[in-house]
């Protein structure tokens, strides 16, 4: 298997434009995140879905933010519009629940987000 | 509110040398903890995994520690070579994880 795969590896973009981040978890796999990472606050969980319906949106920062998962292969994460604060370096990641509730996660290798 | 504290500043060790990294939590009754390994520009990597019934976990090099009377997981690499500098993150909970902000490992020969 390729692993998590996310697309685009950089973004540059200005500030009140959309942004939108696209993963593909790991075939198989039952559960989805969305991460955000910087320096100050380290990695943050924003949202993550279950079987394709998200479960806890409550680390999405405000409704700027979205995030969908129209099938099992795909999930997008929507900024708009973007604002300088928003750059941080973004992760999906996906897992396949083991016994006893736990779950290693797979990270992809993120994309890196610059709003100017 | 649920607190993870890493050692924030990095840790430098020689090689050959045991690496012992901590990570403390409060607010939280996790039942599992988990050790991440992330290099730079990269994501995080799952290391290991233990139960909150458990003392001690081993693989390979690598050892973890867990003691929720003290709300205390230990890391532990043995034998350290240059290869094992990185920044290495815990994470709780179950589904759903909380991570630490992480200790960055410098190997030097």
């Known amino acids: 298997d390729a692993g998590v795969i996310q697309s685009p590896r950089h973004e540059v973009t200005e500030m009140g434009q959309e942004v939108t981040l696209r993963c593909k978890p790991i075939s198989g796999h039952d559960y989805l995140f969305w991460y955000r990472q910087t320096m100050m606050r380290g990695l943050e969980l924003l949202i993550y879905f279950n079987n394709n319906v998200p479960i806890d949106d409550s680390g999405m920062p405000e409704d700027r933010f979205s995030a969908k998962m129209p099938n099992a292969s795909f999930s997008t994460l929507k900024i708009q519009p973007s604002e300088p604060r928003d750059s941080a370096v973004y992760f999906c990641a996906s897992s396949l629940r083991g016994a006893e509730g736990r779950n290693e996660q797979f990270f992809g290798p993120g994309t890196r987000l610059t709003v100017l | 509110s649920q607190k993870i504290e890493q050692n924030s500043e990095a840790l430098n060790i020689q090689e050959g040398k045991t690496a012992t990294l901590t990570c403390n939590y409060t607010n939280y009754s996790p039942a599992y903890l988990q050790w991440y390994r992330q290099d730079p520009g990269r994501g995080p990597v799952f290391l290991l995994l233990?139960?909150?019934?458990?003392k001690e976990k081993r693989k390979e090099r690598l050892k973890v520690t867990f003691d929720t009377t003290l709300k205390q997981s230990l890391f532990h690499i043995t034998a350290s070579q240059p290869a094992d500098s990185a920044t290495y993150l815990c994470?709780?909970?179950?589904?759903?994880?909380?991570f630490g902000t992480g200790t960055r490992l410098q190997v030097t020969l």
């Open positions: 233990i139960r909150e019934n458990e």
């Open positions: 994470a709780l909970g179950g589904s759903k994880l909380t």
